[in-house]
């Protein structure tokens, strides 16, 4: 088994919703997705790399244990030190309309953001 394996087993419902409205709202310019980035190696949601902006969506689902915390925030702070934005945005499946489009304007913000 590959890393690759361990690391994203397959792109999630929430992640097809929120890409269709990011692409609809124009917002998929020089955007990549599931773009590995080498450092303890992760695999980013969404990621601008003409930015430096990576987005990772974290269904509660997978994220609430202390263990994967842990391993969320050593990926963020990790990231960060090599000078990328990182935004995390937890949710608990199945995403409402309501959030999903929550969730489209945060990631709207972050990315039209000069930080």
């Known amino acids: 088994m590959s890393y690759r394996d361990k690391l994203h087993p397959q792109v999630s ?8 409205v990011l692409s609809a709202n124009g917002l998929t310019k020089g955007m990549v997705t599931q773009k590995t980035i080498v450092l303890k190696s992760t695999i980013p949601d969404f990621c601008w790399l003409n930015k430096r902006k990576a ?5 509660k689902q997978a994220h609430s244990s202390d263990k994967q ?9 990790l990231l960060e030190q090599k000078g990328w ?3 995390r945005i937890l949710y608990e499946p199945p995403i409402s ?18 930080d």
């Open 55 to 59: 987005v990772y969506l974290d269904g």
């Open 85 to 87: 934005k990182v935004l």
């Open 13 to 20: 419902r929430a992640e097809i919703e929120v890409f269709k």
């Open 97 to 114: 309309k309501k959030v999903l489009r929550e969730m489209v304007e945060k990631i709207r913000d972050f990315i039209n953001s000069d």
């Open 69 to 77: 915390k842990d391993s969320d925030t050593e990926i963020f702070d």
